[in-house]
Structure formats: C-alpha cells, structure tokens
C-alpha cells in the first residue's frame, strides 16, 4: 500500500502552507457567525467542500497517471517519473516557502486571484452551509504548488481510486489547521505563525525528500525484480508498496 | 430642469450595465456585453434583489457539486466499466450512467438556460456567437449520453457538458470582473464626489436653515451646500459663507493648499481640510471639472485604437471560419471514426478558438492604461493617441509656462538709498496690490510689508508701461513699471541704479522700476524660473532616447542661456509660423514629433505634431488642440506618460500574439482530435486569465512609478478584499 499515513502528516504539516494562503478565506467564513457550534459547522462545511474537489482531482491524477502507464513506452517507468516529479515539486514549493530561493513574476499570480475574489468575498459572506460549501469547492481549484505537488503523487499511484484516497488523506490532514483558523483558535502571535509557517515549510521539503526517495525505491525495484525480498521494509518509502506491484 | 436637446442628441454608445465598457449595436434596456457580466451583476446586484443574487450563487455551487461527482463518476466509468466483462461490472456502468444523468440535470438547468438566453438574445440582435456553438456542443453531448444510457450500450459525455458549464461560466464571470477592474481607476475618479450630500433649505415658515441630506444626483445649479471640514466639495460652486483650506492638488499639482474665503471658487472632488463651508453649486455634478474629466475618459474608452479595429476585424471573421473548421472537423471525424469524435473534436475546435481572449487582448490593456493615466493626471484621447504617443521619437517644447512656471520670481532688489527701502516697499505694495499682470503679482508677492499700506487715489495703468499712483496726500506721483515709463515720465537715474540696469542690459533679464518725486528709488529684477522638475524631465526623456529641442519666441540670448541651463538645443525668436514650419519638416522627414505647450497659444502648433501635449489643462480637459492633456502643471508627467504608452502598446502585442499563437495551436490539436473538450474549455479559462492578468498589470506599473499619493488627495485605490493577497501562494 502507498503511505497514506505519511500523507495524511505531510498535509498535516504542511496545512501551516494551506492557513498562510488560503487561512483568510476560512476566517470569512467564520466571521459572521454568532456562536462557536454554527462556525464550527461553516468550517466544517466549508473544508468538506475543499476535499470534494481535491478528491475529484486526485481522481482525475490517478485515472490520467493509468493512462499514461497503459500508453507510455514499457522503458519509461511512470510511476517512478511522477513520483521524483511530485517529490521535486515537493522541494521546491518548500524551498520557496522557506524563503531560500525567491519566486521570480510574483505580480502576475495574484492578479488572477484577485479576480476571483468578489465572486469569493460574496459566497463566503453569505450565510449558509452550502455556500460555505460552494467556497470550499472553489478553494480547491486555486493554484497551489503543494497541491499539484500532491496531485503528482496521486497520478503515480496510476489507479483512480488510490489517487482519490492520496488526495483524501492530503486533505484531511489539512481539516485540522485550516477550522481551528477559522473558528479562531489561531489568534496566535506573528512571530509564532512566522516560526510555525518555517517548520511547516521544511517539512514539506522532507516529505519532498521521501518522495523522492520513494520514487528512487520505484526504480530500483524495477531494475532489480530478483532482489524483491531484500527490499527494506522501510515504513516512509514505497519500495513494500513498489515490489508488491511487481508481484502482481 | 427640462431635458436638453444637446444632450439628448450627443450620440453615447451603449454601456454594459456591469462593467461599463461600450457594448457594440446595442438595444434598449439592460445590456451586458457578454453572459460574465449577466452572472456577475446577478451575482453582486446590490439594488435590492438579493435574493436572486443568493440564487445564482447557490446555483453556481450546486453545479460546480454536481460537475465534480459526474467527473468521477465518468472517470470510474472508463477506469473499471470501461469494456464490462463481468454481470457486476456491468451493473456498476449501468449505475454508473444513470446517477451522471441524474446529476447533470441540475447543472444543464442552473447554468445552461442563462447561456441560452444569452445566446438567444445575441440572436435577436442579428449576432452569431459562441455561446450558440457552445450551447449546441453541450446539448448535442448531453443528448447523446442520454441515448447511450437509454440503450446501455456506448459512451457517455455528461462530463463534457458539465465541465463545460461551469467553466465557461466561471471564465466568462472572470473576464466580466477584469472588465470590471480596467474601468476601476475611472470609478476611483468618481468616487471623489460623495454620494450624499447636505443640502442647506430655508424653511418658508421659520425661515430659520435647515440642513437636508440629498442623493447628489438631485443638487441643482444654485443650490446651497454644507460642507465640512474633512469633506469632499461635491460640486464645483463658490464660498458664500466660512473660510478653508483646500487641498487641490489634482487639479493644480500645488502641493500647498489653497485658502478660501466668501467668493472664492471651488472645484468638486476636492478636500476641505479645515473650514466649515457654505457653497452655492455652480455645475451639475457630471458637468463639473471631475464630472467632464471623466466623460472624457469614457470617450476615450469608445475611440478605437488601430490595434482595437484589428482585433475587431479578426473577430469579426473569427466566427464564420471557426464555425467551418469546426464543421470541417466534424465532417472528417464523422467520415473516418464516428459520430462521437466528431461532435467531441468540433467541440473542443469551438472551445479553444473561443475567441475570448482576442477580443479582450486590446480592449482591456487599453482600457486599464487610460484609466490609469486619468488616476495620475493624464488624460488621453483615446487608444489611437496611445499608439501614437508610443510611437514618437522626438519631442518640442514651448518655453514660458511649459518649461518655465510662467509667472517670474523676484531674483534681486536694489535700493538707489537703502535707508528708503521700507518706503518703497510699502509703496510699491499698494501700486502693485490690485493688479494682475504676472510681474505686479511677482513684485507684491516680494515686498512683505507690515506697515500699512499707504492709500492711493487716481490709481491708472498705462498699457504696456505700468502703473502711476497718487499716494494721499502729495502733490507729485509714484511710477511702477519698465524703464521707458521712467523715462517717458522724466525720472531721473541715480548712478547706483544707473549702473545695475546698464549691467543687466547685457544679458537680458526683465525689471520693475519705482519712482517718485522725480527720482528712480528702486529695481525690482525678475527671472522666468525653470519649473522644479524640468531638469529630472529632460532626464528621463533622454533616456527615453527621445530627441529634444525647445521652440520659443523668446529674445535669443535668454534662449542661449537656457540651452546652457538644460542642455538641450534651443531654438529662439521663433513666430508662430515658424514654429508650425520646425514640426512640418520634423513631420515631413518622417520623424515622429510630439509639441508640448499650453494648449492655448501654441494650438496651431499642437494641432500640427502627432502628439499635442497641452500643460495643465487643470479643469479644461476639454482642450480640441490637444491629444494629451496634462492636468497638473507637472513637466514629469509627460516622460511617464510615453513611457507608459510603450508599455501599454508592448502589453498589446504580447497580448494579441498571445492570443492568436494560443488559438491557432489550439484549433489544429483540437481538429486532429488531440484534445478532450474539458481540457480545452479548462484552456480557454487559462488563456483569457493570461490576457487579463497581462492587462491588469498595467494598473499596477502605473502605480508603481508614480509618487506615494497618484491623486494627491489622500486617495487610496479602492482595495477589494483584504484577503485577495493570500489567495495564491
């Protein structure tokens, strides 16, 4: 099986990315609520919402990635290729985050979100589950690295259902993190959110780094089918999961 | 008031009721340019009717639900049912299918009906549209997956129906918005006059006044308002009652503010810093100094640019040679694989050759540009003058009031016995007191006096001479003005004054003389100054790489001394036939010319270059002679603005080529049946989101490179969400 447990930490530690981008929308969501249960709803709601769409897209990544191992060339291992691509995309966005390496053209990423946003502001300040619900949805179509990033990984797992629970597992490890912003329980201190938003970023990168890895493990268990039983029973890669595909 | 013939036969395009933007052939009633700004201003329609704005959006979230569990539900379809081997997997397809069914309804009704209506009403207007293509395309692939799952045998398509939907309405809705952001510059012009306002009343009965908050609409010519202390004044109208400070600076450039008192004239738009103020309105609202700035950008707005007819003529046969590519596509697919590829790869042709994103290249960049030159003082004609502006290689200048302020500064006063000097001051202060030429105004604003002003009595000006005076009580009188008046009135030279004009003969500088009782007692020496930023201006025009002189018909030696002074050639002692003959033959060997002057008496001059630049038009935007009128008396204004036009116009090429590479490719992968249509429709939004984002950033380098306060009025742009900047990471 692929790691869901390591995937459900890497959306998990990784959600301090999810509260810095998408955190605002959340506390929207809260604001015009009256007591602490109805908000806790709305949030709830809303991150249902997030996951609906996540869900359809790893679903969608895991059904392209089979395609793609049913029409590439035997030579090209798809699997491997996805996985070192998540695991890159991994790094990056965590590098990015850390502040390491500096993001060129930023001025035209937030254009296209802000035009998004009236559409946002209203549906967020409707009251209403479902139109909590219906932000969540969009909210899951933002650009986000972490997500393509996450996505990759699902396309690797090259079936549709397994994609759906990587994106699932992703998504719920960032529940947590984004309703407790929404329902307020993040009045924390700039400093705090500031050393807390750089933990979360070196963890994405370590997740990157695992994928890597696992996307290394790929590809030795594909260039060494006899040593099938020599292969570490490492929980965080996938070479179990990888020589268990073989087996098949 | 009655209606105004004048008014009612200007002849006004038709503007979207959302985004403002002329909408082409237009008829009665609310018009929206294209089906994204129908949904947007149902979505934010504030008048009143919230409960159908709550309905599209609920509506917009049921099908975007709906969409995501169809998509699944067709990629289960083709990943475990796809050929059903077993009883089971077959029963699974059987589900499968109808459960699409089931929910691609709600979606086909929320959001396909507002798109048929859209096309519908195209229709009726006599336009084919894309949106008649795109609803046949959903329709025909709705219809055939019913069949299919009627049957229990062959493909299904709801997906692409869904998808289809919800991602043309949410592109569509995109670009209403960025739409809606080009004109925001103009609105934040607007947005200067208050919407309400206190309009004073006396009671008939009491006849005590009474104060009345009106919508600013109703304000009539000759009304009185009350406006306070940190208030905009509403309408342009004059003091009856209080006194105060008045920031004008977007109309005079004067960072100091100006004081008002009983009389004084005031400009809507302004900021009232301090005073509590009683005005009579003078204009209508829109027919005040903001109210035709902004009339005339919305002109602007209508006046196509070459690039804007090319774009529309691309549109314009854009619609019959996609429809036949697309009938072309249909037809081979039909012939060679089936009915199903054919309608999906005419699809997604329709899809990706949706000419969105041309049609927005030009418009919107130069809709966001003239806005924002409007926000920073600069009013252009229209996307012609922009290309035009873009495109000129070199720039001529007037001197006296473009180059120089126009009005002399004192630069040295000499005193024939300095124990006079308060004498002459004080008297020089009562002759020059009630006079309005430039060098009286020079002289007063120099002789700070405290002494009382001595009273005068037959007070005459001489034309072209000056000003005599009888000061109370003597016999002989006091003369202000040039030497010629000194002497045509017999003063006498003494040697110490003698000797400064002969000195100052020889380089030419222009003086003021005072003298009484026969005697010459004082010289007021005067110098045109260079405006404060004429130096930084002529930088940046260099590096511009724009070739500079400057025309005047001014004494030659003052012309040599200012081509010392700034270093760029200076042409002097010019009439004004010889000035329109230099920009004939710049013009003439094919050289690109801008003419920067006042817009008054160098019109002809203006009128001839390919860009008239007019200097601070102030509230007469109106200026015919000019392409380019600079409100404020801001010389830095007008590198800015070239530079801003290149801009703009790169900003339009990349867009066009953008849009024309992207389309293009896009048609033959979908016409060879390379492209699922989801993916194109999904494409599509990509694309147009390029062409805005590009656009967009207009407004934001217009910001960028001017000062901290663009307005000068404390304005700030009107911020949308405050969590619009952590939207993307």
Redesign the interface.
């Given at each position: 099986m692929i790691e869901y447990p390591l995937i459900l930490l890497g959306g998990l530690l990784g959600s301090s990315?999810c509260v810095?981008?998408?955190?605002?929308?959340a506390?929207?969501v809260g604001m015009n609520k009256p007591t602490f249960r109805e908000n806790l709803w709305a949030q709830l709601s809303y991150s249902a919402?997030r996951l609906?769409?996540y869900?359809?897209l790893g679903?969608?990544s895991?059904?392209a990635g089979?395609r793609l191992v049913q029409t590439s060339p035997r030579l090209l291992n798809v699997p491997a290729a996805l996985c070192l691509l998540a695991g890159l995309l991994l790094v990056v966005?965590g590098l990015?985050a850390t502040g390491i390496i500096k993001r060129r053209g930023i001025?035209?990423?937030?254009?296209?979100?802000?035009?998004?946003?009236?559409?946002?502001?209203?549906?967020l300040k409707?009251p209403g589950l479902?139109?909590a619900?219906?932000?969540g949805?969009?909210t899951g179509m933002?650009?986000?690295?972490?997500l393509y990033a996450f996505l990759s990984l699902a396309a690797s797992t090259g079936?549709?259902l397994r994609g759906?629970g990587v994106m699932l597992a992703f998504g719920l490890g960032t529940v947590p993190l984004m309703v407790a912003t929404g329902a307020g329980a993040m009045l924390l201190k700039i400093a705090t959110r500031q050393r807390l938003m750089k933990a979360a970023a070196w963890c994405v990168v370590l997740t990157g780094v695992l994928t890597v890895y696992r996307g290394g493990a790929f590809l030795k268990a594909a260039n060494a089918p006899s040593r099938e039983t020599a292969t570490p029973a490492c929980p965080f890669c996938a070479a179990n999961d990888a020589s268990a595909k073989k087996g098949q | 008031m009655s209606s105004n013939p004048l008014q009612t036969n200007t002849i006004e395009p038709v503007r979207c009721d959302y985004c403002e933007l002329p909408v082409p052939g237009a008829v009665q009633g609310p018009v929206f340019c294209c089906s994204g700004c129908r949904f947007?201003s149902a979505?934010?329609n504030e008048r009143g009717d919230v409960g159908a704005?709550?309905w599209m959006?609920?509506g917009?979230?049921?099908s975007?639900?709906f969409s995501?569990?169809v998509?699944?539900m067709t990629?289960?379809l083709?990943?475990?049912a796809d050929k059903p081997d077993t009883r089971f997997a077959a029963a699974l397809a059987d589900f499968l299918r109808w459960i699409a069914l089931v929910f691609t309804i709600p979606v086909i009704a929320w959001l396909g009906v507002p798109l048929a209506r859209n096309a519908g009403e195209l229709l009726k207007r006599r336009q084919l549209s894309t949106d008649l293509l795109l609803l046949t395309g959903v329709i025909a692939s709705f219809g055939y997956s019913i069949v299919s799952t009627i049957r229990g045998v062959g493909h299904v398509y709801y997906e692409v129906a869904c998808v289809i939907l919800v991602l043309v309405t949410l592109g569509r809705?995109?670009e209403a918005?960025?739409r809606l952001?080009a004109s925001e510059a103009l609105h934040a012009l607007e947005s200067l006059l208050p919407d309400t306002v206190h309009r004073v009343v006396t009671s008939p009965l009491s006849e005590q006044e009474q104060e009345v908050l009106v919508p600013l609409s109703e304000i009539c010519v000759g009304d009185r308002l009350r406006v306070r202390a940190s208030e905009r004044i509403p309408v342009d109208g004059i003091v009856i009652r209080g006194t105060a400070t008045i920031d004008e600076q977007f109309f005079t450039g004067e960072s100091w503010p100006a004081a008002k008192r009983p009389g004084s004239t005031l400009l809507g738009g302004t900021l009232n810093l301090d005073g509590d103020l009683i005005v009579k309105a003078t204009a209508l609202p829109q027919q005040g100094a903001l109210g035709r700035l902004v009339e005339a950008v919305r002109q602007a707005q209508s006046a196509k640019g070459h690039y804007e007819q090319l774009a529309d003529r691309c549109s314009r046969i854009f619609f019959p040679v996609i429809g036949v590519i697309a009938a072309g596509t249909a037809w081979w697919h039909g012939m060679h694989t089936g009915a199903e590829a054919a309608l999906l790869n005419s699809l997604a042709v329709v899809l990706i050759a949706c000419p969105c994103a041309l049609a927005l290249a030009t418009p919107l960049a130069v809709w966001a540009a003239l806005g924002t030159a409007a926000r920073r003082g600069v009013l252009l004609r229209g996307g012609e003058t922009l290309e035009r502006l873009a495109s000129v290689t070199a720039l001529r200048l007037d001197k006296t009031g473009t180059l120089t302020t126009g009005t002399p500064s004192m630069k040295q006063f000499v005193c024939e016995d300095d124990s006079e000097r308060d004498e002459v001051w004080s008297r020089a202060a009562a002759l020059t007191d009630s006079s309005t030429h430039v060098f009286s105004r020079a002289v007063r604003e120099f002789v700070e006096t405290t002494r009382p002003l001595p009273s005068l009595t037959e007070v005459r000006s001489v034309p072209g001479r000056g000003i005599v005076a009888r000061v109370d009580g003597e016999a002989g009188e006091t003369l202000l003005g040039s030497a010629r008046l000194m002497h045509e009135q017999s003063q006498r030279f003494a040697p110490r004054l003698a000797a400064a004009i002969r000195q100052w003969e020889i380089e030419p500088e222009s003086f003021v003389l005072i003298g009484w009782g026969g005697e010459v007692r004082g010289l007021f020496l005067l110098r045109e100054e260079l405006r404060a930023e004429a130096r930084d201006m002529i930088r940046d025009c260099q590096s511009l790489s724009l070739d500079l002189a400057v025309l005047t018909g001014d004494h030659s030696a003052r012309g040599a001394r200012l081509q010392r002074e700034i270093g760029v050639p200076v042409r002097s002692e010019l009439l004004p036939e010889e000035k329109l003959q230099a920009i004939r033959e710049l013009r003439t060997q094919g050289v690109r010319v801008a003419m920067v002057g006042d817009g008054v008496n160098d019109a002809p001059a203006l009128a001839l270059a390919d860009v008239g630049i007019a200097m601070g038009c102030g509230t007469d935007v109106t200026r015919e002679s000019a392409d380019v009128c600079l409100i404020r008396n801001d010389l830095s204004s007008i590198p800015w603005a070239i530079g801003f036009a290149r801009q703009t116009v790169s900003t339009i090429r990349q867009n066009l080529f953008w849009s024309f590479a992207y389309n293009g490719l896009g048609v033959i992968l979908a016409s060879c049946g390379w492209l699922h249509p989801a993916i194109a429709a999904a494409l599509m939004v990509i694309s147009s989101?390029m062409v805005?984002?590009?656009s967009?950033?207009l407004q934001?380098s217009g910001e960028l490179k001017s000062v901290d306060d663009p307005l000068g009025m404390g304005f700030k742009p009107q911020s949308?969400?405050?969590?619009?900047?952590?939207?993307?990471?």
């Open positions: 990315h810095g981008m998408c955190g605002g929308f506390m929207i919402g609906l769409t869900c359809t679903a969608v895991g059904y089979l966005e990015f001025s035209m990423a937030p254009q296209s979100g802000c035009l998004m946003s009236p559409l946002f502001a209203t549906m409707l479902r139109n619900f219906s932000a949805l969009l933002l650009p986000c690295g972490l079936d549709m759906m | 947007a979505v934010t704005s709550r959006l609920t917009l979230g049921v975007l639900f995501l569990n998509v699944m990629m289960a083709w990943a475990y809705w995109l918005t960025g952001k989101l805005l984002g590009n967009l950033r934001q949308t969400e405050q969590t619009v900047t952590e939207v993307t990471p």
